[in-house]
């Protein structure tokens, strides 16, 4: 549900969901895509710093269980890293990031969102 309401642009309710699901199954916190949310939230909040952490956690947790990692979701957290480094003005960490995920998922399907995604970049 979460992701909805951030596709709604409704960050309380996406907040509030997460709340929502957390109070059921804590192993939640064990989950990329919980900090993906979380950190698109303090995004949102304009709370860059807690949200480069809270994405630096999820890429820790594909990390720690490779076998969780759906790699649109670890794309997403790539492109989340990027677009806070750009917020904080920091274009050369956003590049950084950006070069990492082109060389981590080269070969692969997902390939071509990197490929828009680090376009995106230089023109911007």
């Known amino acids: 549900m979460a992701k909805i309401f951030l596709f ?17 199954n804590f192993e939640l916190m064990e989950s990329p895509i919980y900090h993906l949310i979380q950190a698109i939230i303090q995004r ?6 807690e949200s480069l952490g809270t994405l630096n956690h999820a890429l820790s947790l594909y990390e720690k269980n490779p076998r969780n990692a759906d790699s649109s979701d670890k ?3 790539y492109l989340q890293m990027v677009n806070v480094h750009r917020k904080l003005g920091q274009p050369v960490a956003a590049a950084q990031i ?15 969102r990197v490929t828009l995604a680090e376009a995106d970049l230089a023109v911007s």
């Not at 950006?98 to 071509?112: D, H, L, W, Y």
């Open 8 to 24: 709604d642009n409704n960050t309380r309710m996406a907040l509030q969901s997460l709340e929502i699901g957390l109070s059921y």
């Open 44 to 49: 949102d909040k304009e709370e860059y710093h």
């Open 75 to 77: 794309i997403a957290i």
């Open 98 to 112: 950006m070069e990492k995920a082109a060389i981590e998922f080269k070969g692969t399907p997902s390939e071509i």
